[in-house]
């Protein structure tokens, strides 16, 4: 399996479909070095596929923007009640 | 230590934040209340099927912080200790309200591999096969102001809240807290792999919410 693609090196034999399926991967740093070589080949030569990692990481941009809904926070009461067990652990003798 | 307004911000510091605790420092337990508290609870939810019995959750969370914290070894962070615990608790409640089959947390895991991109946008037969057919079209004439939209936030937010909850958990942690991948493998009990597959599946159904959000607008 090796043999031959190491002699179709400078040929962009990567489905597109594959590509995406791999950007994880790529994003996360755990390529091998000869996979990221080829990932890196096709996308400098596929606009489709550069756009697509564009918007992958733009996805991850925007989601971090985010905040946890203020739905979520502690109300005054439910504080008050935990602040005062912690008080209470730390008085009991 | 000498000036007490530094005191709360040493409290990230997490040798200085449990030996707080340890004391009975008010302060810190506030901090600590204020910083994970939102957290907590939204990872709560993704396990059982209440917003009540995901506050009993965290709830219990916190006492058991109160009570055990003399006992925390200290071999993760207080972050994920917490989420862990979380974790933990609400994965046993949710099996006792059969929201989720014991193996939940695999459940997400054996769902049919569901491509990143529909196969549908890329072409199917002859010498390009796999190559776009339907590719996308670019973001980036995307005003920013559009981009950052309230809308463009709501649409994020249905997507992930649309996500299998295993899924709903890693991206959350991962992209919305900005937590690195070791730090939610442990608290969430996740192989490595295993929180990659869950992570790529998730943003590209958010990309693919965005897509279709964006589309629409132009049209």
């Not at chain 1, 755990?30 to 550069?50: I, K, Y």
């Not at chain 2, 994020?156 to 899924?167: F, G, K, S, V």
């Not at chain 2, 599946?201 to 132009?218: I, T, W």
């Amino acid at each position: 399996m090796i043999l031959p693609r190491l002699l179709r090196r400078d040929r962009d034999d990567y489905p597109c479909q594959q590509f995406v399926e791999v950007v994880t991967d790529y994003l996360e740093g755990v390529m091998s070095p000869t996979d990221r070589a080829r990932f890196e080949r096709h996308l400098a030569r596929c606009d489709g596929c550069d756009r697509y990692l564009a918007q992958i990481r733009r996805t991850i941009e925007l989601t971090g923007t985010l905040t946890v809904a203020d739905l979520d926070e502690l109300g005054f009461e439910a504080r008050d009640r935990l602040m005062g067990a912690f008080r209470e652990f730390h008085a009991a003798p | 230590m000498s000036c007490v307004a530094d005191v709360a911000a040493d409290y990230a510091d997490d040798r200085v934040l449990v030996e707080a605790l340890r004391r009975g420092d008010e302060a810190a337990f506030g901090w600590l209340l204020e910083r994970h508290h939102a957290s907590l609870t939204r990872l709560a939810r993704t396990y059982v099927a209440t917003a009540a019995a995901a506050d009993e959750v965290v709830q219990e969370t916190w006492m058991a912080v109160i009570t055990g914290i003399d006992r925390f070894e200290q071999r993760s962070s207080v972050k994920t200790w917490l989420h862990r615990i979380v974790a933990n608790r609400a994965r046993t409640k949710g099996v006792r309200e059969h929201r989720s089959v014991p193996f939940g947390s695999l459940a997400d895991e054996i769902e049919p591999d569901q491509p990143a991109v529909d196969a549908t946008r890329f072409r199917a037969s002859g010498r390009r096969a796999g190559a776009w057919s339907s590719p996308p079209t670019p973001w980036d004439e995307e005003p920013e102001a559009r981009l950052l939209a309230t809308e463009t936030r709501s649409v994020i937010e249905a997507a992930i809240a649309a996500l299998p909850p295993n899924q709903q958990r890693v991206i959350t942690l991962r992209d919305l807290e900005g937590w690195d991948a070791t730090d939610v493998c442990n608290a969430l009990d996740l192989s490595e792999t295993n929180q990659r597959v869950l992570l790529h599946r998730a943003r590209a159904k958010v990309r693919g919410a965005l897509e279709d959000h964006f589309e629409d607008e132009r049209s």
